[in-house]
Structures are given as C-alpha cells and as structure tokens.
C-alpha cells in the first residue's frame, strides 16, 4: 500500500505560480507510475500530468508549457510546479500511484488540494 499526502494547494491570482508536492509512504523508485489529476466543480476527474518510473513525463494539452512535474526519490515526493496560472485551473488536484503487482495495477490516491485562481 502507498499513503500519498498533498500539500501547496492553496489561493493565487491569475499568472501566478504554485508548487503541490505529493508525499509518498514508501519508497516511490519503483512505482510504475505518479501522476496529478484534478476535478473542477461539476466536470470529472483528469489528468493532468503523469510521471513513470524512469522519469519520461505526460502532460494533458491545457497544462503543456505551463505545468512540470518531477520526482525526488530520495524525498520520496512528487511535485507540479504550476507557472502562468488561469483561473480555468481551478480545481482540487489529486495525486495518484499506480503500483503494478504482478498483472494487477493498483492505484492510490491522496485526499486532494484544493487550487483556486482567481483575482
């Protein structure tokens, strides 16, 4: 089992920065795989950045250019630095682990930070 605590969420104004980090319980080198996603009021959840274990990256569309993801391994954490924010990046931001047993994936979440952009 992994336990993911997120932290940095929080108010800022358009074109402002954050930085969400993404404590893991246990040691996340051989993680398959961690990842941000968000969920807006009414809409459903996505993704929003994805990193594997050998460090390749995945953004979605909206977020490329703006948002990076990186990995501390020996910090066990992930963190979304999140430049040039828009207030349609309001959202509560969830991390995830998927850890791979076997054939069978596992995926973990935290309990979310809540991100809001606005003036």
């Known amino acids: 089992q992994v336990q993911l605590v997120e932290s940095g969420g929080g108010l800022v104004q358009p074109g402002g920065s954050l930085r969400l980090s993404c404590a893991a319980s246990r040691n996340i080198f051989s993680i398959y795989a961690m990842g941000w996603y968000r969920q807006a009021p009414g809409k459903q959840r996505e993704l929003v950045a994805a990193?594997?274990?050998?460090?390749?990256?995945n953004y979605a569309h909206s977020v490329k250019g703006r948002f990076t993801i990186s990995k501390d391994n020996a910090k066990n954490t992930v963190y979304l630095q999140m430049n040039s924010l828009k207030p349609e990046d309001t959202a509560v931001y969830y991390c995830n682990a998927v850890v791979v047993v076997g054939a069978t994936d596992y995926n973990y979440w935290g309990q979310g930070t809540q991100v809001t952009v606005s003036s």
């Open positions: 990193i594997a274990s050998g460090s390749s990256t």
